[in-house]
């Protein structure tokens, strides 16, 4: 008897993948269902339920199959026109463990009280559409590359949803250098079915607790806000053609650091995105003095690396030694003095290191690193070391010291010959025989 079931509901399944056409590929989606208080539920519970998602309406009739496993308390049949959660990293290949994540839970559709969107509910509104159960799902892609979020409307105490409204981004976490531009996508679909006509983007930006509004559209009315942001734009014929409501950064700046919410509203309704935006810019390094001077063993020398222009300021600075027969050691941090910010928001910050060649073992010298290490990438400076030690001096050595000591004498002589007086040019005559 299971097994006939078992083999029934499989039948009904590949008949209903027949009957809406599989090639659409949408996802039957877990989701947790989040309760509030006011339904009844225990504070903050949750239950799994699915989403059956179709493109061509409401083919499954909940309760028509079984849920494979008995934690899930309900399945809903959701109508996707647009194929808005289709998408690829919301349908894993079976068996993968990495899920989607996606939280359900109902909400009661109000006016908006932003000023940006107050004349979409100015008309009068369709209070027929309106009186039903509503859903606002967020969901995120595996990989973690898709942020979603949804609204959905059901004929009341029905499991067939309908979507109303999907506003996506594929930008959930951006990086970017210094100076580039930014494009943070967000992507929205309204259900032109829906009787409520028209809708407004906003853009807010927010950062340690604090927000403000970047840019705002009402479509209704066709009005655009000033950007708050300069060098931020969207461009409103994309919004109104393919829903594209992506907002370009046009110059990065390590002030543009922070969270990103893109906001669609609907007559009554809202759907938000939000993304991060890191701007990482690795630092530059430069070692003083540029070049070394030849030092004698037991000496000892100071060298410097500035590390500037860096962003965020997370950076490890340290020493680095590498002897000529290719092994390298570290010299530690040296002394690192603390951050400074730069007018555009970058760092820098220097190390110390002295070259005490008395108690560090440097043999004849090498090449001294200043590396630093910083999310943007590894970046390195670094000089050359020159040790003469007069107790074993190399062959090298012991051939500068005699060019110089020649070199020494021969200046010696030429200028005792240029300024010997003109009376005793007959000494000089004799000296120079002399020689
Ligand atoms: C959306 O519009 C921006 C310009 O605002 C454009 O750079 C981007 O390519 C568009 N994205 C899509 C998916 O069309």
Redesign the pocket.
């Known amino acids: 008897m299971t097994k006939l079931w078992s083999f029934w509901s499989l039948s009904l399944v590949v008949f209903a993948c027949f009957g809406r056409g599989c090639s659409s590929h949408c996802p039957v989606l877990e989701c947790w269902f989040l309760q509030d208080k006011k339904q009844g539920g225990a504070s903050g519970s949750q239950e799994k339920v699915l989403l059956d998602v179709g493109t061509e309406g409401h083919h499954l009739a909940a309760g028509r199959h079984r849920p494979p496993d008995s934690s899930i308390q309900r399945i809903y049949s959701v109508a996707d026109p647009a194929a808005t959660l289709c998408g690829r990293s919301l349908r894993p290949p079976i068996g993968s463990t990495n899920k989607p994540m996606c939280e359900i839970s109902s909400f009661l559709p109000q006016p908006s009280s932003v000023k940006w969107a107050a004349s979409l509910t100015d008309s009068a509104l369709s209070p027929i559409y309106l009186q039903a159960d509503w859903f606002a799902a967020t969901l995120q892609g595996v990989g973690g590359e898709l942020g979603m979020s949804t609204v959905l409307r059901a004929a009341t105490g029905t499991s067939e949803l309908d979507v109303v409204l999907s506003v996506t981004t594929t930008t959930v976490a951006v990086k970017a250098r210094l100076g580039d531009p930014v ?1 943070l ?1 967000c ?1 929205f679909w309204s259900d032109p079915a829906s009787p409520q006509s028209g809708f407004a983007v906003e853009w807010r930006y927010q950062f340690r607790g604090s927000g403000q509004m970047i840019l705002a559209y009402d479509g209704k009315s066709d009005r655009l806000s000033d950007a708050m942001e300069n060098g931020a734009v ?2 409103i014929a ?1 919004v109104h053609r ?1 829903g ?1 409501a ?1 907002l ?1 950064l046009q110059k990065a700046r390590v002030s543009h650091s922070g969270t990103y919410i893109c906001m669609v509203y609907l007559p009554h309704l809202l759907a938000q995105v939000t993304m991060e935006l890191e701007i990482i810019e690795p630092p530059s390094l430069s070692i003083h003095p540029a070049s070394l001077p030849l030092i004698v063993a037991g000496q000892s020398l100071t060298v410097h690396c500035e590390a500037s222009g860096f962003a965020p300021h997370s950076l490890e600075l340290s020493w680095e030694f590498k002897s000529p027969d290719g092994t390298t050691r570290s010299l530690g941090p040296g002394r690192l003095t603390g951050h400074r910010q730069a007018w555009d928001g970058t760092f820098s910050q220097d190390t110390r290191l002295e070259l005490d060649t008395s108690t560090l073992d440097l043999g004849r010298g090498g090449e001294v690193t200043c590396v630093g290490q910083h999310p943007g990438g590894t970046r390195r400076a670094g000089v050359t070391l020159r040790i003469i030690g007069f107790s074993t001096p190399s062959i090298e050595d012991s051939m500068a010291m005699v060019g110089v000591a020649l070199v020494l004498y021969g200046l010696i002589k030429f200028v005792s010959w240029t300024f010997t007086p003109s009376g005793s040019s007959e000494a000089a005559e004799a000296n120079k025989k002399e020689n």
Request: hydrophobic share 30%; no cysteine; net charge negative.
């Open positions: 494009l996508n992507q969207m461009d994309e393919k594209n992506s370009i």
